[in-house]
């Protein structure tokens, strides 16, 4: 598996004190965010926001406690503009296109984050997904902790995103203390590359707040590929059951979703939702490679079907037993 069950289960190691952490009144992570977002009016749609805007937003009303866990994941997956725009690549690839206008001494670090599909290998996707950003908090708890399991936070993408916006930030310091003449192109510059870095950050803070009020992982594309459009993957492990969704958005074929359960090691169900006719008689054609390639890899297929895509299609593992009213939820981020 991309993810294994070893791997899932010491991401929820920690998931007691995080989630107090994230719920405390006084929280250093929350005012900081809280401080560096520009005022919001009131009157204005939450759905109409920015990502940062609509963070702050949220971090808000979690600082407050006057939102439910379940009505923080509705704002969280209501929000359409964040939801359906993320392209994490397609920004990754506009961050390094404006680094080449001003090297950074993070600009190498940022070139790595970028891999295409055709480069992804099952081991290099499960070490892309950990080090996506859903996990550094996780990470830095395990590291006060002395916890052996933690991942390498250097390579982590939003550990080198904060390390980035804080060299910029630097440097536009540095920058207001010059002529304003000779200041303003190295200014603007210096400018639209925080702008994206902090919409970096802001989308994969997105994500961790999905994951910690969806009682599972919700990731980006960690891979660059020009038919996407947008993409999420939603991976959930409970008792001896493995849950993943992808969701896919690509520009010939429109939306898919693919839904795969395993069950113990071995066996596994897999529902394919397309919209694109053309797309559906394609895999409907090729059902048998799929089926060569699971039983080569040892897999009981149990089933496997293709149906009408539809936004909701019914998850085995939605809201089960683990939502409760005071947040102990099966927190991997």
């Known amino acids: 598996m991309i993810l294994q069950n070893t791997t899932v289960l010491n991401q929820q190691s920690n998931q007691t004190q995080l989630i107090n952490i994230i719920n405390q009144k006084s929280n250093p992570m929350l005012d900081s965010m809280l401080q560096n977002s520009s005022n919001t009016s009131n009157s204005t749609n939450i759905n109409q926001l920015n990502p940062l805007e609509f963070l702050k937003t949220i971090f808000q009303s979690i600082k407050d406690g006057d939102s439910s866990q379940n009505a923080i994941l509705e704002m969280l997956k209501s929000n359409y503009n964040i ?9 990754i690839k506009e961050l390094i296109t404006l680094l080449k206008q001003m090297q950074t001494s993070n600009s190498q670090n940022i070139n790595t984050l970028l891999t295409h599909i055709k480069d992804i290998e099952p081991q290099i996707l499960q070490n892309s997904l950990l080090n996506s950003g859903i996990f550094m908090e996780s990470n830095l708890l395990k590291m006060a902790l002395g916890d052996p399991r933690t991942q390498d936070i250097t390579k982590d993408t939003k550990s080198i995103l904060l390390q980035l916006k804080n060299e910029l930030q630097t440097q536009l310091s540095k ?11 190295q200014t603007n510059t210096t400018q639209n590359l925080l702008n994206q870095t902090e ?12 994951s910690i009020y969806g009682n599972g992982n919700y990731f980006y594309l960690p891979f660059y590929w020009e038919e996407l459009v947008g993409g999420t993957i939603y991976t959930k492990y409970e008792k001896s059951k493995t849950y993943c969704e992808l969701d896919l958005e690509l520009q010939s074929y429109g939306n898919i979703k693919v839904m795969i359960s395993l069950y113990g090691k071995e066996s596994i169900d897999i529902s394919f939702g397309v919209k694109n006719q053309e797309f559906k008689s394609k895999l409907q054609d090729n059902l048998k490679l799929l089926r060569i390639a699971l039983n080569k890899a040892e897999f009981n297929l149990m089933g496997i ?21 005071n947040n102990s939820l099966g927190l991997k981020v």
Do not use: C, V
Not at 175 to 185: H, P
Not at 306 to 318: G, L, M, R, V
């Open 199 to 210: 919409k970096l950050i802001a989308q994969i803070e997105y994500f961790q707040l999905l």
């Open 175 to 185: 920058q207001a203390q010059i002529e304003q003449s000779s200041k303003n192109l």
């Open 83 to 91: 939801k359906n725009g993320i392209n994490f690549s397609e920004n």
């Open 305 to 325: 079907q293709i149906i009408d895509y539809k936004e909701q299609i019914k998850n085995p593992y939605k809201q089960s037993s683990t939502t409760n009213s």
